[in-house]
């Protein structure tokens, strides 16, 4: 076994918010359309872009992929879910203290940090009641960052599921990571990101691939990968993530990188811990809370009516309700910042 270490005024602000919205960094509330500056947004990357038999990802096309270094040397993947959280596999920190952890946001070549690397250390580890080891379930850990981090193009959270959400085969699901891209094979050269699709596994045909190794798998556990092999998360990627496709575009962790038996090797799928099995935990743990709280940039109808109205005008109209407007989402920011 490996682990896988929305009034004349009115609607020139709705355009201006409008606007301002699809340039980032403002969620509209469907129901007021009132405006507010907001870092929640998650599972976005702005890269073009969308292990084993994958390729080497875009710089920025998975902006919430964290490297874990210990001692000054890459162990794990993880995962950034917000400012000051990563999520992790337990079995990647477990008998270490906090200190001897480095967390690399930002990063695209392992040993190469780029001008928007951004590194933190690790204030606390909160590892999940119970573990003991990968196979026996519970292989999560949250580690919180000794400050928060700055949203850039190149670090930004993924989106954390509902607990009743299922993930299928029928979902487009993405595993990466720094390990190795062959079983017992050394770091690839030069080290940069890489990616893989993965299908997901029904649980009922994974544990009957692992019932012959009399391993059991559990309810938190998912399996992933090619069962004619090829394409699996290897040694290095462990605590990284397993994430999938929504149907509005933004991507939602479905797993955690935690062990296999072997590297792509066919009918020997990849296992990670089911997020899904640990979000109540997580929320309960720390100020992150799952996508069912989390909006993406939404419109009403008569915001997207603005749009008509305003391009109505005349030119040399409405700038001074316009940088009205710009006051007033000042002040706005000002009252409830």
């Not at 000051?84 to 695209?108: E, K």
């Not at 940039?297 to 008509?308: E, P, W, Y």
Request: with cysteine.
């Amino acid at each position: 076994m490996i682990t896988r270490s929305d009034f004349s005024l009115g609607r020139i602000f709705g355009l201006f918010v409008l606007i301002l919205a699809a340039k980032g960094g403002i969620l509209v509330n469907e129901k007021s359309d009132v405006c507010s500056f907001s870092s929640d947004a998650c599972g976005t990357p702005t890269a073009s872009s969308r292990i084993v038999g994958g390729t080497a990802a875009a710089d920025g096309a998975w902006p919430w992929q964290v490297s874990l270094h210990r001692d000054g040397k890459h162990i794990c993947g993880g995962s950034l879910i917000n400012e000051q959280w990563v999520l992790c596999a337990a079995h990647c920190v477990m008998g270490y203290s906090s200190s001897r952890f480095t967390v690399y946001l930002g990063l695209y070549t392992v040993d190469q940090p780029s001008s928007h690397t951004v590194v933190g250390n690790v204030r606390n580890i909160i590892m999940y009641p119970g573990y003991s080891s990968p196979t026996s379930g519970k292989d999560a850990s949250l580690l919180q960052l000794d400050r928060r981090v700055t949203y850039s193009a190149f670090i930004l959270p993924i989106c954390l599921p509902n607990a009743s959400d299922v993930f299928t085969s029928q979902n487009s699901c993405w595993v990466t990571g720094w390990g190795y891209v062959n079983e017992g094979v050394a770091l690839p050269s030069p080290g940069t990101l890489q990616q893989v699709q993965v299908p997901i596994i029904s649980t009922a045909i994974c544990a009957g691939l692992y019932s012959s190794y009399k391993i059991t798998i559990l309810s938190d556990m998912t399996c992933a990968g090619d069962l004619k092999g090829g394409k699996d998360s290897c040694q290095g990627d462990s605590g990284g993530p397993l994430v999938c496709k929504r149907s509005d575009g933004s991507w939602v962790q479905a797993g955690i990188v935690s062990w296999g038996v072997g590297c792509a090797e066919a009918n020997k799928p990849g296992v990670y811990s089911r997020v899904t099995s640990f979000v109540t935990w997580i929320e309960a743990n720390s100020n992150v809370t799952s996508s069912s709280g989390i909006g993406l940039q939404t419109f009403s109808q008569d915001l997207i009516a603005n749009v008509s109205y305003f391009l109505d005008l005349r030119a040399g109209t409405g700038h001074w309700e316009v940088t009205l407007c710009v006051l007033m989402c000042l002040c706005l920011t000002r009252l409830f910042t």
